[in-house]
């Protein structure tokens, strides 16, 4: 099934009970599609007004883009090169769109989308993403990670309504960036072993076809880590439909466990710390694979014991809060009065280790899933992302009390063995 075909497959009725829904309404990933960029939003009924944002590396590597626009009226908006994603940046594309007739193109991958994709909902305008890269899982978002006054937030944005992709210039992107992508998919087998016990101790929602549209798209990847660096259309539009296929998961369950557990809650501290240091943060996908590694390493420890005895979680919140220093008020609301181990019983936990097991063991091990992410060119230790263990050791410890959510990692201090 193509992803037009997968999003009116989900329409049905489905054994969760949730009527599964997304905004992304048409997709084209071909080769030569970036020639087909103008006709692609003429047929969605885009304004005839365009605003194209990019910047300079990603409008280079999408030549032809502006060929097909033969018909629009473009205004351009080119950064230089765009790592970080700011209210700067959004104030500036609103105002550009703001009581206008115009739609938005956003040309590239992670921060020129998220600007676009928040900048397109405050100011209700349609939006395509031409994506130059297979480095993130972002691309069908509709949550929008932004910097605003030195801390990372994630506002409520828009999903675009059309997402176009040329396997030619994703094959041609940087392959740190492809290899960026597949550490990124990597972590979906954490995602979803978090998200079923969760599911399995709290009664959280969970859906079983969600979580195959995942772990289909990432299975299907792991088989091709060692193409991943080559210049290769085929591979490049499979780690990009991948990537997609979980996106518009998040979609279809509205929140993001269908992508993500305990290791993007790791790489985005370290990423909130770096930022409040003032440092620029690696590719999304590098820190979050090494998070993976860390995250299967610990799962796979955990699920050596056959048998576990349980006790209350018991947190340090003083330790906790001065880690976390002037986000801590923060961090407090997210756990007082309740928090997400109030609906958890130790006696449970212990009694069910044996499927929390199996779950673990559902996924590829650690070693596997390491072999391929070093055939796929990823990073693979905490040196490769040039982090301080003892700040990446800190984020592993102090991240689990950052979000509403319960992970295996968050379990860590009701264990003993
Ligand atoms: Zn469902
Ligand atoms: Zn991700």
Redesign the pocket.
Known sequence: MNILEIIDDFKKE???G?Q?ETAVKDVLIESGAVCRVGDILCKNNFSNNILLVADENTLKASNGIIESLGGFNVEYKIYEDLRVATMKEVDEIEKLIANKDVSVLSVGTGSLNDVCRLASATQNKKLCIFATAPSMDGFASYSAPIVNRGFKFSYPAKSPDVIIADTKILANAPKELKSAGFGDMIAKYVGLVDWQISALLTGEYY?E??AKLTRDAVDELIKMADKVCLNDEYVAGKIFEALLKTGIGIS?AQNSRPASGSEHVIAHLIECVELRDGIIPNFHGDDVGVCTLEMLKYYNFLAENEYIDTQNENVNWNDVYSFYNEMADEVRKLNFPENVIDDVDKDELKNKWGEIRKIIHSVPSYSECEAAMKKAGCKITVEDIGKDQKLFDDCVKYSPYMRKRLTLLRLRDMIKY
């Open positions: 489905c054994a969760c949730k599964h859906c076809k969600i279809f």
